[in-house]
Antibody
Framework: EVQLVESGGGLVQPGGSLRLSCAASGFTFTSYSMNWVRQAPGKGLEWVSYISGSNSTIYYADSVKGRFTISRDNAKNFVYLQMNSLRAEDTAVYYCAKGDHDGRGAFDIWGQGTMVTVSS | EIVLTQSPGTLSLSPGERATLSCRAS???????LAWYQQKPGQAPRLLIY???SRATGIPDRFSGSGSGTDFTLTISRLEPEDFAMYYC?????????FGQGTKLEIK
């Protein structure tokens, strides 16, 4: 079964850091791009970051550029989101989502999400 | 950045009726890299349509997508009770991969 499981969310103070993890299983991990998407409480979806299967191409939303870093470990089938200098507006459910191929692709598999709350 | 505008914001229909949801892009979407997702409360989004008109695996044929360039449509031919949810369009042709603000499909 193709599955994505996120972890690492929690409560963090403004200016703090958090590292999210996404464990992938049931597919050939290196053959697919991966993404992070977030959803603030009661709001719509916001794409956050993309990484290609080979780690060669990375994109970020302007709202997180310079603060968040996406990475992947193709040996362990994990994708990560390192979040620094967190702000209240980063509070959201963070979803890991698989691209439907390497390169540009729709997001065909989603994890259940992990909640990040930035508050003092 | 490509801005996607969905309309209407809320659509009130009855089971068995036809639903037409619109997604308009601020500039042409590259190679029809346009997707539609369904999201129910407390759940992750689910891919319905990719490439503007291709149904994802396991999606019933009452869901169809059409359009190109800047104008795209999701049509649900005969609404089932489980279809009432939020719907989002997304372009993945150029970074940033933007989503529309969503259309809420509610029971009339």
């Amino acid at each position: 079964e193709v599955q994505l499981v996120e972890s690492g969310g929690g409560l963090v103070q403004p200016g703090g850091s958090l590292r999210l993890s996404c464990a992938a299983s049931g597919f050939t991990f290196t053959s697919y791009s991966m993404n992070w998407v977030r959803q603030a409480p009661g709001k719509g979806l916001e794409w956050v970051s993309y990484i290609s299967g080979s780690n060669s191409t990375i994109y970020y939303a302007d709202s997180v550029k310079g603060r968040f870093t996406i990475s992947r470990d193709n040996a362990k089938n994990f994708v990560y989101l390192q979040m620094n200098s967190l702000r209240a507006e980063d509070t959201a459910v963070y979803y890991c989502a698989k691209g439907d191929h390497d390169g540009r692709g729709a997001f065909d598999i989603w994890g259940q999400g992990t909640m990040v709350t930035v508050s003092s | 950045e490509i801005v996607l505008t969905q309309s209407p914001g809320t659509l009130s229909l009855s089971p068995g009726e036809r639903a037409t949801l619109s997604c308009r892009a601020s500039q042409s979407v590259r190679t029809s890299y346009l997707a539609w997702y369904q999201q129910k409360p407390g759940q992750a989004p689910r891919l319905l349509i990719y490439g503007a008109s291709s149904r994802a695996t396991g999606i019933p044929d009452r869901f169809s997508g059409s359009g190109s360039g800047t104008d795209f449509t999701l049509t649900i031919s005969r609404l089932e009770p489980e279809d009432f949810a939020m719907y989002y369009c997304q372009q993945y042709g150029s970074s940033p991969y933007t989503f529309g603000q969503g259309t809420k499909l509610e029971i009339k």
